[in-house]
């Protein structure tokens, strides 16, 4: 599931509670739907935070390539006659 589809998910099951009923039943019910819904965020938020350090891994690598790229294309520029 992608992950705005999480959220509205998420967010409509935590309306749903909001809006129940307070019976004992409906009560541990609803404890065991906030303790599922605490562990889906906890899991969200360990996705997100290994999509970001991801993310930063490959921004470095791209950082690196291109300041490789514009080092050889400095030296050539240099080595060329009449350059600038």
Known sequence: MDIEG???DLMSRMQALEAGVHT???STATTAEVAQIRADIAEFRIEVSQDLAALGDEMAGLRRHLNEYLSSIQSK???Q???L
Request: proline share 8%.
């Open 24 to 26: 004992s039943d409906a």
């Open 6 to 8: 999480r959220l509205l």
């Open 81 to 83: 006659p009449g350059s």
């Open 77 to 79: 520029v240099q080595l």
